[in-house]
C-alpha cells in the first residue's frame, strides 16, 4: 500500500514484419490498448507496477513487428511510505518527491492550500514549500487542487513531476486531496519516511524494418504518478498505432521511456548517452492524447491541448487542419519532452510534439472511461496521423 501513498480515504507492409492489426474498429483497438495498460494502479519509476507494465508495452512492440531491446540507466530514486489523518480519518497522501528525507511525524505541519494549473504550473507549491522552510516547518502538507481554464477544478489527490537534481527546500511535503483544505486547517496528523536510494530501470527500443540511420522516430513517455488512462495509456496507444502504420513505407525506430515524472529522466538519458541517428523526422506522442473532460457547459470532449512542429505548424500544409482536428493548439514552445527532443536535434530535422492536461490529470481518477473513450481515441489518433502525414510531405 506504501506506493499507493496510502490510498484508503491501406497498403502492404514494404519493411518485414510490419503488420497491419486486423480489428477494424480503431477506437475500440486503441481503447483495448488503454485499458491493458491501465490494469496497473501506480506506473512510477522504480515500482513493481512499472515494471510490468514495460514487460507488457515490449511485447505489445513486438507483436506488431518490431524487434525490441532495453537500454538501462541509473537514476536516484525516492523511497517512501507516509500517513496523513485528517479529522481523525486516513487521508490518500503522495510525497513532493525529493523535497525531503528522513523519517518525520508532526501534529502541527504546516498546513497550505495550493492549486496547480494549465497557467501558472507549481508556482503554488513551490512557493508553499518556501514559507514552510522559513517557518522552520519539520513537514508540510498541502491540501492541492487541479485547475484547468474551462473546467471545474479537481478537488482530490494530484501528484506533481519533480527534477531529482532541483534545489529542494528539505522541509518533507506531503500533498492531500484539496477537499479536505478546511479540516486539515484544523485537525492533522502526518508521518513520512523516505530517503534516496541508487536504483536502475530502463527504456524500451524497437526497430520497425532494417536498422537504418535516417528512419522515422516516434517516441513516447512509459511512465508516471497513477493509472495514467489517458494521460499515459492513451499517447501509447495512438504511437504503437502510428508506428505500425508509417512502418509500411519507411523503417521506424521506436523510443519508450521511463522516467517521465521525474523531469524525463529516461528520455534525457538515452538522447545524452545512445542517440545517434540521423532521423528523417521524430513524432514525439505526449501526455494527454486522447484526454477529455467536462466543461462547464457539461460537455465531454477532447480538452485543448498543445503542438508544437520544426517547421512551424502555419507554415506546413496541412498541418494546421490536421491538428485543428483533435483540438490541438500550436505553440511556439516545445513542451515537456519536446523540448528535450527539440534541443537534441536543432533545426535541421522535423520534430512534432503533442502534449496537455486535463482536470485529471497526475490523479488516481485518470481511468478509462473517466477520461477518454473510444471516441476520442479515434479523433486524437486521425489527427496526429494526419500531422505525421502533412510534416513528411512537407
Known amino acids: 500500500m506504501a506506493a499507493l501513498g496510502a490510498a484508503t480515504l491501406g497498403a502492404t507492409p514494404a519493411w518485414a514484419g510490419a503488420r497491419a492489426p486486423a480489428d477494424t474498429s480503431l477506437g475500440a483497438r486503441l481503447y483495448d490498448i488503454v485499458k491493458a495498460y491501465s490494469r496497473w494502479p501506480v506506473h512510477r519509476t522504480g515500482t513493481d507496477t512499472e515494471a510490468a507494465a514495460l514487460d507488457w508495452f515490449q511485447s505489445e512492440l513486438r507483436q506488431r513487428g518490431a524487434k525490441t531491446s532495453r537500454w538501462d540507466y541509473s537514476y536516484p530514486r525516492y523511497e517512501w511510505t507516509a500517513q496523513v489523518r485528517v479529522a481523525g480519518r486516513t487521508a490518500q497522501t503522495i510525497p513532493l518527491y525529493y523535497e525531503g528525507v528522513g ?182 506522442i505526449g501526455a494527454s492524447i486522447a484526454a477529455g473532460g467536462t466543461d462547464t457547459q457539461g460537455h465531454f470532449g477532447l480538452v485543448p491541448r498543445v503542438v508544437a512542429s520544426n517547421p512551424p505548424v502555419a507554415s506546413v500544409p496541412g498541418l494546421a487542419e490536421a491538428v485543428q482536428l483533435g483540438n490541438f493548439v500550436p505553440t511556439p514552445t516545445f513542451p515537456g519532452e519536446g523540448a528535450v527532443w527539440s534541443q537534441k536535434l536543432g533545426s535541421s530535422v522535423p520534430l512534432l510534439s503533442f502534449a496537455g492536461q486535463f482536470p485529471q490529470f497526475h490523479t488516481p481518477d485518470d481511468r478509462p472511461g473517466v477520461a477518454t473513450d473510444p471516441s476520442l481515441l479515434d479523433t486524437a489518433y486521425r489527427s496526429v496521423r494526419g500531422a505525421a502525414q502533412a510534416l513528411l510531405g512537407a
Open 103 to 284: 523519517e518525520v511525524s508532526s501534529d502541527k505541519p504546516f498546513v497550505r492550500s495550493v492549486t496547480i494549473s494549465d497557467t501558472g504550473g507549481d508556482a503554488e507549491v513551490l512557493a508553499a514549500v518556501k514559507d514552510a522552510k522559513a517557518d522552520n516547518a519539520r513537514l508540510a502538507v498541502l491540501p492541492v487542487f487541479n485547475a484547468n481554464r474551462g473546467y471545474p477544478t479537481y478537488d482530490g489527490l494530484v501528484a506533481d513531476n519533480r527534477d531529482p537534481a532541483a534545489a529542494t527546500t528539505g522541509v518533507p511535503t506531503l500533498f492531500i486531496p484539496g477537499r479536505l483544505a478546511d479540516q486539515a486547517a484544523r485537525d492533522v496528523q502526518a508521518h513520512l519516511s523516505a530517503r534516496i536510494v541508487n536504483d536502475r530501470s530502463h527504456d524500451i527500443t524497437g526497430w520497425f524494418g532494417k536498422p537504418v540511420a535516417d528512419p522515422i522516430v516516434v517516441t513516447t513517455p512509459l511512465s508516471g504518478w497513477f493509472t495514467c488512462a489517458a494521460e499515459r495509456g492513451s499517447g501509447i496507444a495512438v504511437a504503437l498505432e502510428l508506428a505500425a502504420d508509417l512502418a509500411r513505407t519507411h523503417p521506424v525506430f521506436f523510443l519508450g521511456n521511463s522516467g517521465h515524472e521525474l523531469n524525463n529522466f529516461g528520455a534525457r538519458a538515452y538522447l545524452q548517452d545512445a542517440f545517434e541517428l540521423r532521423p528523417t523526422a521524430v513524432f514525439h
